[in-house]
């Protein structure tokens, strides 16, 4: 049984930073990808950034140059660090590990706000 448990979510001023942290827990082998989408109220999930086991990332145009994910696959564990951050980052932020073929599991979410 694969389990998420996110961490560093929070209210923050706009242009401040955050780090989120996610770490997988259970039967995880074998190649993935890991990753933070995020939804705001009354929008559809949207991937925030990812990075695959083997090193590749990615991100959303919207959050480009300001934030940065990485991941410890010793620890199966992703971060996302959040600069410059912008009213417009305010969702519940989602840990997503996708093992492919083997399935993708989801986080239980974590607030990020961000005032003006």
């Known amino acids: 049984h694969v389990q998420l448990v996110e961490s560093g979510g929070g209210l923050v001023q706009a242009g401040g930073s955050l780090r989120l942290s996610c770490a997988a827990s259970?039967?995880?082998?074998?190649?993935?990808?890991m990753g933070w989408y995020r939804q705001a109220p009354g929008k559809q999930r949207e991937l925030v950034a990812a990075?695959?086991?083997?090193?590749?990332?990615y991100y959303g145009d919207s959050v480009k140059g300001r934030f940065t994910i990485s991941r410890d696959n010793a620890k199966n564990t992703v971060y996302l660090q959040m600069s410059g951050l912008k009213t417009e980052d305010t969702a519940v932020y989602y840990c997503?590990?996708?093992?492919?073929?083997?399935?993708?599991?989801w986080g239980q979410g974590t607030q990020v706000t961000v005032s003006s």
């Open positions: 259970g039967r995880i082998s074998g190649s993935n990808t």
């Open positions: 997503n590990l996708d093992r492919y073929i083997l399935g993708s599991h």
């Open positions: 990075a695959t086991s083997g090193g590749t990332t």
